[in-house]
């Protein structure tokens, strides 16, 4: 074990002391996401948006087809969706920590030049799609962890680009998620960009749309996306 990873043992054991934590997942104490429940990402990546009902459109020939490539990760529920509700909700360094540990070996399973083949490398950019105000004030952006880890792993650059407009409903229809894939707006310029996109959950796809209306609004282009988790039942 190297000095610096046993200074870093010693010090989160003394942090474990001050500041128990239980693991976000099953409780097991001095874990914040423990070995049992990252394996909830253990499966292989797969595409996801064709069931995201906002990320489809229609060609020339009026067949449907989807907008982007979007790679998710696992399926939300049961440790999955506990965790990552729990993450949101908590301005927690060492959670951070822990997700985003498990977003990069997650990311080691992922071929991107596959994944993503109308990238050009040499002009792709990670973007989150927005988060509020006030989880950016309180400390839980976890979309700008994830993009963090996805934008070190594939050697890019990651731009928070993107803000919440004022709309703010609880998306109890289709009409108020129609709404809601419009309330997004770019703060940059992403003329000749390639934009990934990411985020943490995938339903209908609505947030995604209007992550990528607003890129494209902002001269950039929506190559895909990925995500950590996929709702089966939008």
């Known amino acids: ?10 010090y989160m054991q003394c942090m474990d002391i001050v500041f128990p934590r239980w693991c976000v997942g099953c409780a097991v104490a001095d874990e914040s996401l423990c070995d049992r429940c990252m394996s909830a990402w253990s ?104 993009a963090r880890v996805v934008g070190e792993q594939l050697g890019v650059a990651v731009v928070d680009g993107l803000r919440k407009g004022a709309v703010r409903l609880r998306l109890h229809n289709a009409r108020e998620r129609a709404v809601k894939s419009r309330e997004q ?5 992403f003329s000749g960009r390639d934009v990934i996109l990411v985020d943490d959950v995938l339903t209908t796809g609505a947030t995604l749309n209007g992550a990528e209306r607003a890129v494209t609004r902002a001269g950039g282009r929506v190559v895909g996306a990925i995500v950590l988790a996929v709702t089966d039942h939008p």
């Open 43 to 146: 499966g292989p990546w797969w595409r996801a948006e064709s069931n995201a009902q906002y990320l489809l459109r229609v060609d020339s020939e009026g067949e449907d087809i989807t907008a982007f490539p979007v790679w998710g990760k696992a399926w939300y529920r049961g440790v999955v969706a506990d965790s990552v509700v729990a993450w949101k909700n908590r301005a927690d360094r060492r959670l951070d920590c822990a997700f985003a540990q498990l977003i990069s070996d997650a990311l080691q399973e992922l071929n991107v030049g596959h994944a993503f083949p109308a990238a050009r490398w040499d002009r792709v950019v990670i973007v989150p799609v927005a988060s509020s105000w006030v989880r950016k004030h309180q400390g839980s952006f976890v979309t700008g962890v994830i």
């Open 1 to 10: 074990m190297s000095v610096y990873k046993a200074i870093r043992r010693f």
């Open 185 to 189: 707006y770019a703060v940059r310029d």
